[in-house]
């Protein structure tokens, strides 16, 4: 019989935020009706089965709502369709906290000759072309003659990441030859299709997963460098030979560009909005509550060291208000819900898991959350909480992006669509918001 220790650590394991499931997996819950009736395979998947041309998609949501999950899903379901998908997860080969458009194209050639094969004599022809420019920044990665393109883009990219003084380097010689290096990626991806059974690239998707994390910074102009990479440079992240699907960071999709991207990138784009554990009159909403103990049911006992008699309430939790409280002040926000799984069962020596060590959990998460909201924010929060709104200005912009604001969906039965925004839960029991009696742990 296992340790209490040896349980603790399997159930531990079960909640890991950072790893999106992959289709198939037991532990996944289907959250669609709770969050607004959203559905990847049909809101993006057919805008690319059913078009005749190539496609171009913004995908967006909170960070750690659980887009990547719904990615893979994406993916699997466009690959049993006859559709070649090549998926990549950005932060492998970008710094999210300095990032630029030519990064993007470096990543997205990167991992295309990664996975697709095909003949590379226009990739190498490329990378010869600017040995000598690349020359004092990756040694000796582009003097090869006859090599695989992977390999020195791969160096490249590592050095783009790692390096902040090559960085400004690269940059430059890749904006510079960007059209002729998009020309050759093209002849690439065409000739390597070719070869496949679908035959043609009409058939290739790319992912382009985790752009959403993209930390904005602003130039002297004032415009972010999310409007740079996604508005100004969208003719170039538009002109790879296959359909694309990049994540955008949220606060982007709530700007004055909001027009420009739904004109530029050919369809609406799709948010992954939180699940609804409350309605906007701040009511538990019982479905949503339900699906995020479903959410912590599947993880517990998929778990490997927990038995199939054990309870949810009682035996891994020590009562149904300790799960709901840990459920409630998620927000309905998946990473959240997991961290602090994961600290109520640090704090845990014997199971069940009490009200305390949940408590404690929340206390920390709340005191992340706090730390990221500024003093004059704390006014827009509580505008926030009695409007369910928010104003198309960089303060907000920022919040959204920070996840002190969230946002839900829900769709009633006529079909329309109601979205709104609310404060993250966490955030309501702190004293700088200014409402006591609001706090969910009072």
Request: aromatic content about 8%; proline content about 4%.
């Amino acid at each position: 019989m296992p340790s209490d220790f040896e349980i603790l650590r399997s159930i531990y394991n079960a909640f890991d935020p950072f790893e999106p499931l992959h289709p198939g997996d037991p532990v996944y819950v289907n959250c669609s009706a709770v969050r607004g009736e959203e559905n990847i395979l049909v809101d993006v998947g057919r805008q690319i089965t059913l078009s005749d041309r190539i496609t171009h998609q913004l995908y967006t949501g909170h960070r750690g709502a659980g887009k990547s999950t719904e990615l893979l899903r994406l993916k699997d379901a466009l690959e049993k369709d006859g559709y070649r998908v090549v998926y990549f997860a950005a932060e492998e080969d970008i710094d999210f906290a300095d990032a630029r458009y030519p990064d993007i194209l470096l990543a997205c050639t990167h991992n295309l000759i990664k996975s697709l094969d095909g003949n590379q004599d226009s990739i190498r022809n490329w990378l010869q072309s600017r040995r000598t420019d690349f020359h004092d920044v990756v040694e000796g990665a582009l003097s090869f003659g006859n090599f695989d393109a992977e390999v020195p883009f791969s160096k490249l990219t590592l050095t783009l990441k790692a390096s902040p003084e090559a960085r400004a380097k690269i940059r430059r010689v890749v904006e510079s030859y960007a059209p002729s290096l998009i020309e050759a990626l093209n002849t690439f991806i065409t000739e390597a299709m070719a070869q496949t059974p679908q035959h043609s690239t009409d058939k290739l998707v790319l992912i382009v997963d985790s752009l959403d994390h993209i930390s904005p910074t602003f130039q002297e102009n004032e415009i972010s460098n999310h409007e740079q990479i996604f508005v100004d440079r969208s003719e170039q992240l538009k002109l790879l030979n296959c359909h694309v699907i990049y994540t955008v960071p949220i606060s982007l999709v709530y700007s004055g560009r909001a027009p420009d991207l739904r004109d530029i990138y050919d369809a609406e784009i799709q948010v992954l909005p939180m699940v609804m554990v409350h309605d906007q009159e701040g009511n538990v909403c019982e479905d949503g509550l339900n699906t995020m103990r479903e959410l912590v049911r599947q993880r517990v006992f998929h778990a490997s060291a927990i038995s199939d008699e054990a309870q949810l309430v009682n035996d891994i939790f020590d009562q149904a208000e300790t799960l709901d409280q840990l459920c409630l002040m998620s927000g309905g926000h998946m990473r959240n819900l997991m961290l602090m799984a994961q600290e109520a069962i640090a704090q845990t020596s014997a199971l069940p898991i009490s009200k305390k060590a949940v408590r404690l959990a929340i206390t920390k998460a709340r005191n992340t959350y706090r730390n990221a909201v500024y003093d004059d924010q704390w006014g827009l929060l509580a505008n926030v909480w009695q409007t369910k709104g928010i104003l198309n200005d960089e303060a907000h912009r920022e919040l959204l992006f920070n996840r002190c604001i969230l946002e839900y969906r829900y769709l009633d039965d006529d079909g329309e669509i109601f979205c709104w925004r609310d404060v993250n839960p966490l955030l309501r029991g702190v004293k700088e918001f200014g409402s006591p009696g609001m706090s969910m742990l009072k």
